[in-house]
């Protein structure tokens, strides 16, 4: 087994505390935000906060994995962190024991923010390191986040 992580760092000029709040909305958001790649979120167990357990459902865009459920594991809201994990699909199983994720908003002075993203993972036995599928999902986090972006810009009023 080996550990592995990465981060990546966005900049913003969206204020971190309306990002925050979207992240909270997550199960609502993405599904409308972003069709092409989540067609679906559902509140398995809990309502949104500390346990709740969602289910994810992707396009066929998403040629890794279909589905995955994800647990709330730490809401932080002084400090605007939001962690979570996979618990059942995705790549649990395939390729990977455990993944785990961080995001953090910082404030920036002047307005806009800076977003941290986190991954931790502990990949099977045998399952060699893939710098190239890494880039890949930094990408395309990075991706999804700039639509929540320019949704949150075109909407001015949203999550405030």
Request: charged share 20%; hydrophobic share 40%.
């Amino acid at each position: 087994m080996v550990a592995g992580s990465f981060s990546i760092e966005i900049e913003s000029p969206v204020e971190a505390k309306r990002l925050w709040n979207a992240v909270l909305d997550t199960h609502n958001l993405l599904p409308k935000q972003a069709p092409g790649l989540i067609s679906s979120i559902t509140l398995v167990q809990g309502d949104g906060g500390v346990g709740t357990i969602r289910h994810v459902n992707f396009t066929a865009a998403n040629k890794d994995f279909s589905s995955v459920k994800e647990k709330v594991d730490l809401i932080d809201e002084a400090n605007m962190v939001y962690c979570f994990s996979h618990v059942e699909g995705g790549l649990l199983g395939k390729k990977v024991a455990s993944i785990s994720y961080k995001v953090k908003f910082i404030p920036k002075v002047g307005g806009g923010s800076i977003t941290t993203y986190t991954c931790d993972f502990d990949s099977l036995p045998g399952v060699p390191h893939d710098e190239a599928k890494i880039e890949e999902i930094k990408a395309d986090t990075t991706g999804l986040f700039k639509q929540v972006e320019e949704y949150l810009i075109a909407n001015p009023t949203l999550y405030c």
